[in-house]
Structure formats: C-alpha cells, structure tokens
C-alpha cells in the first residue's frame, strides 16, 4: 500500500507532530500579532474616512482601495525583498505579521467606516449640542454603539486573517503551512501533512466563526 | 441672549436662510412657526451652530458664536436642544443620559449630577424609569427623558426642534403639559412646532417663517387673530383644520 494516504505515512506525520505544533505556534503568534496590527491601522483609518476632513478621508480611501486591489502575496513579497534594500532588515515573523496586518487593515478600516455610519446622525447632534467636542463624542457616544455593529464582521476578518497568515508559506516563514510543505517536501507524505494541517487551521477558525454567527443573532443583523 | 444678524444659509444652490434678523430676549419664549421646508428646523439648529451660517452673525449669551474660534463647546453647554426624534443614548440608561453630559462635560461631580438628575426625572414623571433604557419607553416617555437630560445641564437656554411631531397623537399632551410647565419657570425656550394650542398658551411671541423669511411676528393674540400677510393666513387655515 502505498498511496498518498497510506498508514505509515499518518505514522510519520504523527511521530514528527513537534514540527506541526511548532508552526501552528507560529501561526498563532503571527495572527495575534497581525490582529493587533490590524486593529490599530483599521481604527484609525476607519475613523478617517468618517471624517469631515477631505484630506484624511482621501488617505482612507487611497489605502482602502490600494491594499484591498493587491494581492495579499504581492504585498508581503514586496516587505520581503524590498525592505533590505531600503536597508530595512526584518525576521520573516515580523515581516509576516506587517503584512498581513496591512491588508487586514484595510478590511477592519471598512467594517469601522460601516460601523461608525450605521449610528444615527442624531447622536453625534445630541452629543455635540449637550457641550461634547467631535471626540469625545466618538469615545463616548458613537464607538461604544458602532462597536456593537463591528463585532460580528470584525469577528469575520480574524478568522480570514488566520487563514491568510498561510502566506508566509511562501517566504519561509516557519508557519503552519511552511512547516507542513517542507516537512512533506523532504519526505513527500503531502497527504497527510495537508489534511492534519487544514484540520489544525479548521480549529482554529471554526469556533471564531461560530462565535461571530452568534453575534450575528444577537445584535440583529 | 440670543441674536441673530442677517444670517444667511446654502445648501449648494439652495437659499435656505434669506437674511434672518432676530433677537430673543432673556426669559422669552419664542414660539417659531411655518410649512415644511421653510427653514424653521435650519433656523432653530443655527442657533446652536448645529447648522453653521454661510453669513451672517449669531450672538448667544454675549458671545459671537460664528467667529472664528469661538468658544463653541462652552456655549453649547448652556443651550440645550431637544430633538424630533429624541436621540437619546440607546445604550445609556435613562439616569445615564440624563447625568453623562454634566459629568463628563461640566465636570459635576457624579453623585451632584445624580441627584439633579433623578430631581428632573421625578419632574417629568420618570422617577421610576430612571434605571431603564430608552428602547423601552415610549415615545412621550424618551422624549420626556430628553427634556430632563436637556434640564440636567442647567442652560439658560432650550431650544425644542418639533418636539412632539414624531409622537403618536396620544402622547403630544404628556410632552407638551412639561414643556408648559417649564415655560412658566423664566427659562428662555425657542419652540418651533405645530402645535398651535401651545404656541397660544406659552408664547411670548411667534414668529412665521416660509421661503427662508420670517414673513411675520407678533404676540399670539394678534398672530392667530388678525394675521397681516396672505402667507401667514393661508398657512394657518392650513394647519387648524
């Protein structure tokens, strides 16, 4: 018996389960720290595209369009081999991480935007005729609202970004799906590395996304 | 306390203000009239620089609100606005809406600002809804609610934007006897409405808008009585019957 799936080879998968618990570490690592990445860029930019002033709603707009318009792969490509150029040298983990919390930014920056927008304008009004400046406002007043809104989509965008940290594959950056292909590469068992790894990924995003579902129910939407 | 000096507003192409010349005195309560459209809600809504003039000046309380770095939030403090559609804080209680501004903004200290608070609530007969929140009351209720957040910051000023032209017909009485209530306190209040049995009651004096004019002012007697222009009586044959 020898086809992709054969016994011996789920044997030696399981017996090198050290190299798949590291990347699946990695690959945690990673998205925990491209999340934060993201959250960041996406509420800052969200809430520049809400804005009045043209010039920071033209800068949401330019990065939405151009990061969302790209290649996920072309853009962590570029951080890749164009950085030690500009003499900007990174561990591919932190290269990884900017990446793929660039791109997610750009989503995040758009559920905010969405979010923010689906507050009646009669509570900014309220708030600024009671005394509130535009950010008080915000803090007190319209976030905590639109918040309630983001949950379930930004829910959405952690589970993609997990999934998407697989790029990383490709410029070796020793996560999950980098150590599954390397470690079948060198022996050739690709069938059960890519089933123990998708079903490592599934675990992952599973219960986030039933968790959003949830949400979801709950706020109505 | 509140002046206003040949304030004109755009939308675009749209005149809506046409050169608005208006005073009103400390302790008065002005009562603005007029059909859809007119301008009324733009006119009121400057008045707190919610709508800020395309020219013109408006004087609040001494203060040129339309100059350039204006103290606007300060202002704001002391004018209280009460809206059509309520906008209170869905997800505050009503105790909370009432108390949030004072605290945050006037910097109250929090049990003052609770106590004041819980006071206008009892006012306006939601005492015991204090520890609700808005999605469970009624319309006349928030808006009640609304009047109280509005009494909580202390102003020397409100301004009512239609306040019971959202409500159901059963509920306009409850707003309106607080609002009376309050008129007979020395309160300045701007009052744009439809409610003409209020304006009549309440007003000092009424002022008729349409086009972006005020086509007519005068004490309630007269205005309802003997109207001067062809406007203002096709206007109120319009809305009393």
């Known amino acids: 018996m020898n086809g992709p799936f054969a016994a ?3 044997k030696a998968a399981l017996r090198d389960w050290v190299i798949f618990a590291d990347g699946l570490k990695t690959t945690i690592a990673v998205s925990m720290v491209a999340l934060a990445i993201a959250l960041i860029i996406g509420v800052i930019l969200g809430v520049f595209g809400t804005s009045h002033n043209k010039i920071l709603k033209k800068i949401n707009r ?6 969302q318009n790209t290649p996920l792969v072309i853009q962590v490509f570029f951080l890749y081999n164009m950085l030690p150029h500009l003499g900007i040298m990174l561990p591919v983990f932190t290269v990884g991480a900017i990446g793929v919390g660039i791109y997610h930014g750009a989503y995040i920056a758009e559920v905010v935007r969405g979010g923010i927008e689906a507050v009646p304008r009669g509570q900014m009004e309220a708030a600024i005729s009671q005394g509130f400046t535009y950010t008080e406002a915000m803090k007190h007043i319209i976030l905590p609202q639109a918040v309630k809104l983001m949950l379930p989509p930004l829910t ?5 970004l997990i999934k998407n940290t697989s790029v990383m594959a490709m410029i070796a950056g020793g996560d999950l799906m980098y150590q599954a292909d390397s470690w079948s590469s060198y022996n050739l068992y690709y069938g059960p590395a890519y089933v123990i790894t998708g079903m490592l990924y599934l675990l992952l995003c599973l219960p986030l996304a039933r968790f959003a579902t949830k949400l979801e129910l709950r706020t109505g939407v | 306390m509140i002046r206003l000096e040949g304030v004109h507003k755009y939308y675009g192409n ?8 208006l005073t009103v005195a400390s302790g008065e309560k002005l009562v603005i009239i007029g059909p859809s459209g007119s301008g009324k809600s733009t006119l009121i809504r400057s008045m707190n620089l919610l709508e800020r003039p395309s020219e013109g000046k408006i004087i609040v309380d001494g203060i040129d609100i339309t100059a350039p770095k204006a103290p606007i939030t300060n202002v704001r403090q002391s004018v209280a606005m009460v809206f059509q559609q309520f906008n209170l804080y869905p997800h505050k209680t009503v105790l909370e809406n009432v108390t949030l501004a004072p605290i945050l903004v006037k910097k109250v200290p929090r049990k003052e600002a609770e106590e004041s ?3 206008f609530l009892e006012r306006v007969g939601l005492k015991d809804k204090a520890f609700a929140y808005p999605s469970q009351l009624s319309g006349g209720q928030q808006q009640r609610v609304a009047i109280a957040r509005a009494l909580n910051m202390r102003p020397k000023i409100i301004l009512f934007d239609e306040p019971t032209s959202a ?3 059963e509920m306009i009485q ?4 607080v609002m009376v209530s309050l008129a007979n306190e020395g309160i300045t209040m701007v009052v744009v409405t439809h409610e003409m049995g209020f304006a009549r009651k309440v007003a000092d004096r009424v002022i008729f808008v349409d086009g972006g004019e005020i086509i007519e002012e005068g004490p309630p007697e007269h205005f309802f009585k003997n109207p ?3 406007r203002t009586k096709m206007f109120l044959s319009r809305i009393m019957h």
Do not use: C, R, T
């Not at chain 2, 749209?14 to 010349?21: E, N, R, S």
């Open chain 2, 14 to 21: 749209l005149h809506v203000l046409k050169g608005i010349d």
């Open chain 2, 167 to 169: 409500l159901d017909p």
């Open chain 1, 62 to 67: 330019v990065y939405v369009s151009v990061i």
């Open chain 2, 174 to 177: 409850e707003v309106l006897d």
């Open chain 2, 117 to 119: 608070g819980m006071a």
């Open chain 1, 8 to 10: 011996f080879k789920w």
């Open chain 1, 156 to 160: 959405n965008q952690a589970v993609s």
């Open chain 2, 228 to 230: 001067n222009h062809e």
